[in-house]
């Protein structure tokens, strides 16, 4: 029952199909067809417009929306408490394969005087790459303190009181080579984590607190484990929750727009570590754990973290190029084997905020799939704000009622909850849909014009339009003080009041800016975005940055999203791309080796940029931005060989003349779809 990765040979394979950027034909076939699911319909025809977006391993294919739950509503889910207590019992270690053993805290509900529940009960599951022992005393002490906060540990691994009083046996699992488990961290290594996975699912099975039934949960890094274990279809897996973890890990975090997201790695790796260091059991068990530290901070300078990080400094093709390093890393290769029910949770900017839409399109055929997506970024996520409103519950009790209906097999109404709910940006509210993309989308194009404006019209030869190219410096540092810096930190600076964390304006007094004329009416955007700019520069190589803004009637610059795309990676491959009333909306760029293109200073070439997806309300009176800039830093900067091929002061330039028609195509909601 091992989850399908692509991996070796065959991945290098799979990523290695291309064609012509400027092609829109869709030349390869899927080897792999769509799951059938009875309750999805057929496409209405506002919906026909959208195909599915590609992977490594599948062509892109016509979209079959969702219509289940037109009418699906939240509602508050608290029942009263089974258990008045909850005990831990002392750390226990699973055997794996090659010898390694992982640790495991096993908490259990216990009665009014503390003696654990005997009887066999459901299991929550998580496995974490950030110290369960740290993330239980964390759980502990915040419980008498703040009753209200004491989830608060289970964001990196530790159990949640509320479910386990609820009725649920909670197995934290320290990650091979992270917390007490022995081996080595090599952040989901495909090369162990199935087998690893499977091996901790029989263990519970087999424990006489187990009924044999488990749901998979987790935040983050968390999260990410959640998807791999009901990716090895174990017949105990039941039901799935992950929050803001993904998806594709080389687009989506690792190497953005083919730019090495080094803010990300080292804010990650620096926090893997820290909390492995942090061991609470050097305290209560030194003999074993204090050696078992020593070595994992000896791992992380000598074998992954740092030599990784090193790696992808120096340019390593292995890191820099799509290959199989970051295809056995990315679950959305492996969505046709989550077959369980499955609750996805994101955030308008969170990390994964391309990822997790793409695993919830990934899995909505296979089960029932449901998918919240809050306002703010992966820490606001994580710690619950700006999650709730119209009817939504807070998270602990969404993943009550999930596994209440899933794990524990009740009627408690989790299938009548919408399939999307999203807080759409500038609305104000959370909106309601039976599926994403949004079924009632339609594709809109916009123009970049000499004059600055951005309009449906497309240039032309007309002596009264400007259509002069636009130049910029191709500085390397823009963004630096943006959303981007916040959320490539993992959110930590948005809890900041600083302006250019919220606002645009600071980062784009240097980028070539176009705005529509005010808006008459109100515009609803909802789904990916895809920029196509012509342009030049003067250097052997360059990015470019597209961001997309709702600007107010004061000329206040709101960031709704951003896209970055390193100029040697501009090949596209059609065949993968995402496409709405037949305009591609969603490129696919191999970002292979063998798909890197030359710069040639002076040439003028088409960058099809992908805006990660957005949902966003701009009231009439304000205006749509799109700023074009040379870099996002905080995103991706170049690496190796990358960095001698352009200077800081060369230039960029734009063009948007009838034979090189740079523009935006977005998709367009009815405003009437709001609910």
């Known amino acids: 029952m091992r989850r399908f990765i692509p991996t070796g040979l065959a991945a290098l394979a799979l990523i290695g199909c291309q064609n012509d950027a400027n092609t829109e034909g869709n030349t390869l076939q899927s080897a792999i067809e769509p799951h059938p699911n009875p309750s999805a319909g057929t496409p209405s025809a506002a919906?026909?417009?959208?195909?599915?977006?590609?992977?490594?391993?599948?062509?892109?294919?016509?979209?079959?929306?969702?219509?289940?739950?037109?009418?699906?509503?939240?509602?508050?889910?608290?029942?009263?408490?089974?258990?008045?207590?909850?005990?831990?019992?002392?750390?226990?270690?699973?055997?794996?394969?090659?010898?390694?053993?992982?640790?495991v805290l096993v908490t259990l509900p216990a009665?009014?005087?503390?003696?654990?529940?005997?009887?066999?009960?459901?299991?929550?599951?998580?496995?974490?790459?950030?110290?369960?022992?740290?993330?239980?005393?964390?759980?502990?002490?915040?419980?008498?303190?703040?009753?209200?906060?004491?989830?608060?540990?289970?964001?990196?691994?530790?159990?949640?009181?509320?479910?386990?009083?609820?009725?649920?046996?909670?197995?934290?699992?320290?990650?091979?080579?992270?917390?007490?488990?022995?081996?080595?961290?090599?952040a989901f290594d495909p090369d162990?984590?199935?087998?690893?996975?499977?091996?901790?699912?029989?263990?519970?099975?087999?424990?006489?607190?187990?009924?044999?039934?488990?749901?998979?949960?987790?935040?983050?890094?968390?999260?990410?484990?959640?998807?791999?274990?009901?990716?090895?279809?174990?017949?105990?897996?039941?039901?799935?929750?992950?929050?803001?973890?993904g998806g594709d890990t080389y687009r989506d975090v690792a190497i953005t727009g083919g730019q090495g997201n080094l803010l990300f790695f080292s804010t990650w790796f620096s926090l893997t570590t820290l909390v492995s260091a942090i061991n609470p059991q050097v305290l209560t068990n030194p003999a074993t754990a204090l050696p078992l530290t020593l070595q994992h901070l000896t791992n992380a300078l000598t074998d992954f973290q740092v030599?990784?990080?090193?790696?992808?400094?120096?340019?390593?093709?292995?890191?820099?190029?799509?290959?199989?390093?970051?295809?056995?890393?990315?679950?959305?290769?492996?969505?046709?084997?989550?077959?369980?029910?499955?609750?996805?949770?994101?955030?308008?900017?969170?990390?994964w905020q391309r990822g997790m839409p793409l695993m919830y399109e990934g899995i909505k055929h296979n089960a029932p799939t449901k998918m919240l997506v809050g306002s703010g970024t992966h820490a606001e996520m994580a710690l619950n704000?700006?999650?709730?409103?119209?009817?939504?519950?807070?998270?602990?009790?969404?993943?009550?009622?999930?596994?209440?209906?899933?794990?524990?097999?009740?009627?408690?109404?989790a299938d009548t909850l919408p399939n999307v709910t999203q807080d759409v940006l500038g609305y104000g509210h959370m909106a309601t849909a039976t599926d994403w993309p949004h079924p009632d989308a339609h594709a809109e194009r916009y123009y970049l014009h000499g004059n600055k404006q951005l309009t449906a019209a497309a240039p032309t030869d007309s002596p009264f339009e400007k259509n002069d190219p636009r130049k910029l410096v191709q500085y390397p540092l823009n963004g630096i003080c943006s959303i981007s810096t916040s959320q490539w930190t993992l959110g930590a600076l948005s809890?900041?009041?600083?302006?250019?964390?919220?606002?645009?304006?600071?980062?784009?007094?240097?980028?070539?800016?176009?705005?529509?004329?005010?808006?008459?009416?109100?515009?609803?955007?909802?789904?990916?975005?895809?920029a196509d700019i012509w342009a030049?520069?003067?250097e052997k190589g360059g990015s470019i940055s597209v961001r997309v803004d709702d600007v107010d009637i004061f000329g206040n610059a709101t960031p709704l999203s951003n896209g970055l795309l390193n100029d040697q990676f501009r090949q596209v491959d059609a065949s993968r791309s995402r496409t709405l009333d037949g305009q591609m909306i969603q490129p696919w760029h191999p970002y292979t080796?063998?798909?890197?293109?030359?710069?040639?200073?002076?040439?003028?070439?088409?960058?099809?940029?992908?805006?990660?997806?957005?949902?966003?309300?701009?009231?009439?009176?304000?205006?749509?931005?799109?700023?074009?800039?040379?870099?996002?830093?905080?995103?991706?900067?170049?690496?190796?060989?990358?960095?001698?091929?352009?200077?800081?002061?060369?230039?960029?330039?734009?063009?948007?003349?009838?034979s090189h028609p740079s523009s935006i195509v977005v998709p367009v909601v009815p405003v009437s779809k709001l609910r």
């Not at 009790?397 to 097999?409: A, C, M, P, S, T």
């Not at 870099?631 to 900067?637: C, D, H, I, L, Y």
Request: net charge negative.
């Open 192 to 245: 162990h984590q199935a087998d690893d996975d499977e091996r901790v699912l029989d263990w519970i099975v087999a424990q006489p607190w187990s009924n044999g039934s488990i749901g998979v949960a987790g935040i983050s890094d968390v999260g990410i484990h959640a998807f791999l274990f009901a990716q090895t279809g174990h017949p105990a897996v039941k039901a799935v929750i992950s929050e803001g973890a």
């Open 536 to 538: 030049s520069t003067s």
């Open 47 to 103: 919906g026909a417009g959208w195909t599915t977006n590609g992977t490594r391993g599948k062509t892109r294919a016509p979209s079959a929306p969702i219509t289940t739950t037109p009418g699906g509503s939240w509602s508050d889910y608290d029942p009263p408490s089974l258990y008045p207590r909850t005990v831990t019992l002392p750390t226990q270690y699973i055997p794996m394969a090659d010898g390694v053993k992982l640790a």
């Open 593 to 658: 080796a063998a798909s890197a293109q030359p710069v040639v200073p002076g040439e003028i070439m088409k960058l099809s940029v992908e805006v990660f997806p957005t949902a966003a309300l701009l009231e009439a009176g304000h205006r749509l931005r799109v700023a074009i800039g040379p870099s996002n830093a905080p995103q991706g900067v170049p690496v190796g060989e990358q960095i001698q091929l352009q200077s800081p002061i060369g230039t960029m330039t734009v063009y948007n003349d009838p």
């Open 495 to 530: 809890l900041l009041p600083i302006p250019c964390f919220h606002q645009d304006n600071l980062t784009e007094l240097f980028n070539l800016v176009y705005e529509t004329p005010v808006l008459q009416q109100d515009m609803y955007i909802n789904g990916p975005l895809q």
């Open 307 to 351: 030599p990784k990080f090193v790696s992808a400094v120096l340019g390593d093709p292995a890191l820099v190029y799509d290959g199989a390093f970051f295809a056995g890393r990315s679950p959305v290769e492996a969505t046709d084997a989550i077959k369980v029910p499955t609750f996805i949770v994101t955030t308008a900017h969170d990390i």
């Open 111 to 186: 009665d009014i005087g503390g003696k654990p529940i005997s009887g066999p009960l459901p299991v929550v599951l998580q496995e974490t790459d950030y110290n369960a022992a740290l993330a239980t005393v964390a759980s502990d002490a915040l419980q008498p303190v703040v009753p209200g906060l004491s989830w608060l540990g289970s964001v990196i691994g530790a159990y949640d009181p509320y479910m386990v009083k609820h009725g649920y046996v909670n197995v934290s699992v320290d990650g091979r080579g992270t917390g007490n488990s022995e081996g080595v961290w090599r």
């Open 385 to 413: 704000l700006r999650m709730t409103g119209d009817g939504v519950p807070i998270f602990d009790r969404i993943q009550l009622r999930w596994f209440d209906q899933y794990v524990k097999g009740l009627h408690v109404g």
